[in-house]
């Protein structure tokens, strides 16, 4: 049995609806509040559309340098969140700040223009009309030629596209007209960058692709940016912190690893990744009893001796091992290249997932033995009625 005291940091039970917090560093250890120094602090904001609130109550904040991510399915506001942040939407309540001034707040809301924030769209709008090189430099009339030629010369190298400053947008690939949106948005230095699900219309390898370029480029420039998008292999590819959006609310944010590994809720839980339920019954505060056997981790909340409740179990934390004697009966599986996902039924009927490296070919109805490796415990109280 694993020692609670060593137990892997992070490995917890956690009651339903447990909160991580809104602020985008409310995760990580801080010498002191960095409300104070935030490139972007949003405090309290709802945004309402015809007396409907759209978004409600939200908080975070983002550091000078930090790439954030507001990740949701649609409809879920994030987008409208972006927007009053670029000054596009009035806000209910609450008020947001951009580099140590507000910026909006009831009967406050400071023009686009004020605001020293760059969009970058979903369609690039481009001026198909214009050079890369003058779409690039759109914003820069209020320098002189040869300081707007320099920025664009850098620019251009920045983004790996060093000589394309004569072509036209329709002379470009969709990936080479997205690095040219992202440096016509940077061009001027905005304080921070705004990013509206830009890779929307792209394939999903191409997508992540991108995301790791852009990401790559921000960093460079040692620019703040928000990204907005629904695809979470672009938020991990892309965003230092993510925000987990749904009706209008943040359920919790932290990096990747944090989102994935410990949820706060069964909302994160099923929108990250893919992992199923396992019923079970708590033994003591770091054990769980289950159909395959006792799981063992640590907890900073969790449910009391007896109590009901249901371990999240990933792909990844069952392994293939034929000297196992816990058998489960392979119903479906899904050809990944280097691993199947094998959906496996234990004996009660539950159905649980597992991923096996390909050359285990194993047929639909065939007992494979599995063992458990689960290195990150999370539990939620049981929903159903006792």
Request: hydrophobic share 40%; proline share 6%; charged share 20%.
């Given at each position: 049995?694993?020692?609670?005291?060593?137990?892997?940091?992070?490995?917890?039970?956690?009651?339903?609806?447990?909160?991580?917090?809104?602020?985008?560093?409310?995760?990580?250890?801080?010498?002191?509040?960095?409300?104070?120094?935030?490139?972007?602090?949003?405090?309290?904001?709802?945004?309402?559309?015809?007396?409907?609130?759209?978004?409600?109550?939200?908080?975070?904040?983002?550091?000078?340098?930090?790439?954030?991510?507001?990740?949701?399915?649609?409809?879920?506001?994030?987008?409208?969140?972006?927007?009053?942040?670029?000054?596009?939407?009035?806000?209910?309540?609450?008020?947001?700040?951009?580099?140590?001034?507000?910026?909006?707040?009831?009967?406050?809301?400071?023009?686009p223009e004020a605001r020293r924030a760059g969009m970058v769209?979903?369609?690039?709008?481009?001026?198909?009309?214009?050079?890369?090189?003058?779409n690039v430099s759109f914003g820069l009339r209020h320098l002189?030629?040869?300081?707007?030629?320099?920025?664009?010369?850098?620019?251009?190298?920045?983004?790996?596209?060093?000589?394309?400053?004569?072509?036209?947008?329709?002379?470009?690939?969709?990936?080479?007209?997205?690095?040219?949106?992202?440096?016509?948005?940077?061009?001027?230095?905005?304080?921070?960058?705004?990013?509206?699900?830009?890779?929307?219309?792209?394939?999903?390898?191409?997508?992540?692709?991108?995301?790791?370029?852009?990401?790559?480029?921000?960093?460079?420039?040692?620019?703040?940016?928000?990204?907005?998008?629904?695809?979470?292999?672009?938020?991990?590819?892309?965003?230092?912190?993510?925000?987990?959006?749904?009706?209008?609310?943040?359920?919790?944010?932290?990096?990747?690893?944090?989102?994935?590994?410990?949820?706060?809720?069964?909302?994160?839980?099923?929108?990250?990744?893919?992992?199923?339920?396992?019923?079970?019954?708590?033994?003591d505060e770091w054990r769980m009893d289950t159909e395959i056997?006792?799981?063992?981790?640590?907890?900073?909340?969790?449910?009391?001796?007896?109590?009901?409740?249901?371990?999240?179990?990933?792909?990844?934390?069952?392994?293939?091992?034929?000297?196992?004697?816990?058998?489960?009966?392979?119903?479906?599986?899904?050809?990944?290249?280097?691993?199947?996902?094998?959906?496996?039924?234990?004996?009660?009927?539950?159905?649980?997932?597992?991923?096996?490296?390909?050359?285990?070919?194993?047929?639909?109805?065939?007992?494979?033995?599995?063992?458990?490796?689960?290195?990150?415990?999370?539990?939620?109280?049981?929903?159903?009625?006792?």
């Amino acid at each position: 049995m694993r020692d609670p005291a060593n137990c892997p940091e992070g490995a917890r039970l956690a009651p339903e609806n447990e909160s991580l917090g809104n602020d985008f560093h409310a995760n990580q250890p801080s010498p002191g509040p960095r409300v104070a120094s935030g490139q972007l602090v949003i405090s309290g904001v709802s945004v309402a559309y015809g007396g409907v609130p759209i978004v409600s109550g939200v908080d975070l904040s983002l550091v000078r340098g930090d790439i954030g991510c507001l990740l949701g399915p649609s409809g879920c506001g994030k987008t409208t969140l972006l927007r009053a942040v670029a000054g596009f939407e009035p806000v209910a309540s609450g008020e947001i700040h951009l580099h140590g001034r507000q910026v909006a707040g009831p009967g406050l809301n400071l023009p686009p223009e004020a605001r020293r924030a760059g969009m970058v769209f979903q369609d690039f709008a481009l001026f198909p009309h214009l050079t890369v090189a003058r779409n690039v430099s759109f914003g820069l009339r209020h320098l002189n030629r040869r300081e707007r030629q320099t920025r664009v010369a850098e620019l251009l190298e920045l983004i790996g596209m060093a000589g394309a400053g004569d072509k036209y947008p329709h002379q470009l690939s969709g990936g080479q007209q997205q690095r040219i949106a992202l440096a016509r948005a940077m061009a001027p230095r905005p304080d921070i960058l705004l990013l509206d699900e830009p890779f929307s219309s792209m394939d999903a390898e191409l997508r992540e692709q991108l995301a790791r370029e852009v990401r790559e480029v921000l960093k460079r420039e040692g620019s703040t940016a928000i990204l907005v998008t629904h695809d979470q292999h672009e938020a991990f590819a892309m965003a230092d912190r993510i925000a987990v959006m749904s009706g209008g609310r943040i359920h919790q944010v932290g990096s990747g690893f944090d989102l994935y590994h410990e949820p706060a809720d069964r909302f994160v839980a099923d929108f990250i990744g893919q992992g199923v339920m396992l019923p079970g019954r708590a033994v003591d505060e770091w054990r769980m009893d289950t159909e395959i056997g006792l799981l063992t981790g640590c907890r900073t909340h969790g449910l009391y001796p007896g109590a009901r409740g249901e371990i999240l179990l990933r792909p990844d934390d069952i392994l293939h091992d034929d000297a196992s004697p816990l058998q489960a009966e392979v119903v479906n599986r899904a050809f990944r290249g280097a691993e199947y996902l094998y959906s496996l039924r234990l004996a009660s009927g539950q159905v649980i997932l597992c991923l096996v490296q390909s050359h285990h070919n194993h047929a639909i109805g065939e007992r494979i033995g599995i063992r458990v490796a689960v290195d990150h415990l999370v539990a939620f109280a049981d929903q159903t009625p006792s």
